[in-house]
Nanobody, 121 residues
């Protein structure tokens, strides 16, 4: 199985930046898509961004397009989510997940525990 561990969450003011990391270990598969999802209080979990192993394809939700950047470091087996121009609406628990196929839905095969991101106004 695949293990995923998120880190980098915290408290920032509106307009600030934050970088999240997702460390991937265990028995990986090919191809492999790593996705970022988030869930705010009282809301459903939603897609944020995803990247294919090797960094050949990236995908973004409309709500974060132009503000967030997903990238990967194969040597460290880690995927990053750089978040700029943060808004209070970005406040949520952020999860990374792994899947053999790309999807905008939260039906990925493996999930991390999540990391809290709070943006104050």
């Amino acid at each position: 199985q695949v293990q995923l561990v998120e880190s980098g969450g915290g408290l920032v003011q509106a307009g600030g930046s934050l970088s999240l990391s997702c460390a991937v270990s265990g028995r990986t598969f090919s191809p492999c898509y790593i996705g970022w999802f988030r869930q705010a209080p009282g809301k459903e979990r939603e897609f944020v961004a995803a990247i294919r192993g090797g960094g050949t394809n990236v995908y973004y939700a409309d709500s974060v397009q132009g503000r967030f950047t997903i990238s990967g470091d194969n040597a460290k087996n880690t995927v990053y989510l750089q978040m700029n121009s943060l808004r209070p609406a970005d406040t949520a628990v952020y999860y990374c997940a792994a899947s053999r196929l790309f999807s905008y839905r939260d039906n990925y095969h493996y999930w991390g525990q999540g990391t809290q991101v709070t943006v104050s106004s």
